[in-house]
């Protein structure tokens, strides 16, 4: 198989402002201090807490089950992804004594885009709470928590030649770049959604105001079948934008790309569950978690090639 991945050990340079790290910083970092979030999930309707805490280099990001017995580890790696429909869910295997978290992508999307590495995330529940549905309120908390570099290299590792997974029309492609970006494609028939795209460079424009405010959304005329199978409970007009044949039910929109720039945070949240960022433009288009995390595990896959 011809490499696509270049794993040299000289590494790529990178930008030196550590005023805001991001994805970017060529070290790794965690929490300053430790931040709290509370509220109700996406799917389940439980109301969950969250403390993240700081943790030291190379531990990465873990969620910690403190409602269940022994307090299970899930590492937020892609090994532990078990559900990915509307959602991305972790869990721990069976032997280890099951346990699980749901719509992590988020909350671990504020973290890669705020720099954060290393960090020890407590939950009182099986589910992340949305919160206002974006991740505006993750990076604040981040912001005010306060972010610390701490003495270990962060991995940017170059790709060589272009990769990608699709289903029909839609895809996700890695792409080889000089820098780090993402672009994200929509289209949907409702004429208020229609067919957007972002495209965001860490260089250019920081997660927190680019990304980090763009909420999730959901169809009207979905809502009821996907109650019925037992989803959304917890979604409502306060914690979602919600699009009917008429246009926005609860508007209004805080960019007008805002659905396309929610998906690209999407995938910012799943990619990071590889732990390290390929020097790449990641394109996406109509995609769903399920690709983001299939071209994760291909890029993991080549990386660990020799």
């Known amino acids: ?42 799917h389940s309707g439980v109301s969950t807490r969250v403390t993240v805490l700081p943790a030291g280099p190379g531990e990465g990001r873990y969620f910690v089950r403190v409602d269940l017995p022994g307090q299970p580890s899930i590492p937020a790696d892609l090994h532990q992804v078990r559900e990915t429909r509307l959602s ?97 494609g929509i289209d949907f028939d409702l004429p208020a959604i229609g067919n957007q795209w972002m495209s965001w460079s860490p260089n250019a424009e920081p997660f927190e105001t680019a990304i980090a405010p763009a909420r999730t959304f959901g169809l009207a005329h979905q809502i009821d079948q996907l109650r019925s199978l037992g989803l959304i409970q917890g979604g409502s007009l306060e914690n979602a934008l919600v699009c009917g044949p008429d246009g926005w039910i609860n508007p209004p929109l805080r960019f007008s790309n805002e659905p396309a720039r929610h998906k690209l945070l999407d995938l910012v949240g799943d990619m990071s569950l590889l732990g390290w960022m390929p020097l790449a433009h990641l394109l996406a288009y109509k995609a769903s978690h399920q690709l983001h995390i299939e071209l994760a595990c291909r890029l993991r896959s080549l990386a660990a090639a020799p």
């Open 1 to 42: 198989m011809e490499q696509v991945l270049s794993l040299s050990s000289t590494p790529h340079p990178y930008p030196t402002d550590e005023s805001s790290p991001g994805l970017l910083s060529p070290q790794q970092h965690t929490l300053a201090q430790p931040l709290a979030q509370s509220g109700v999930g996406l």
């Open 88 to 184: 991305t869910e972790l869990a721990i295997a069976p032997a280890l004594g099951t346990a699980s978290v749901r719509t992590v992508e988020h909350l671990l999307a504020a973290l890669a885009g705020m720099g954060i590495d290393n960090a020890r995330i407590e939950i009182d529940g099986p589910e992340v709470p949305l919160l206002d549905g974006s991740a505006q309120e993750w990076t604040r908390a981040i912001a005010q928590a306060g972010i610390l570099a701490q003495p270990a290299p962060r991995a940017l590792i170059p790709l060589a030649a272009p990769i990608w997974v699709y289903h029909e029309d839609a895809f996700v492609a890695a792409l080889p770049a000089p820098s780090l970006r993402f672009s994200y």
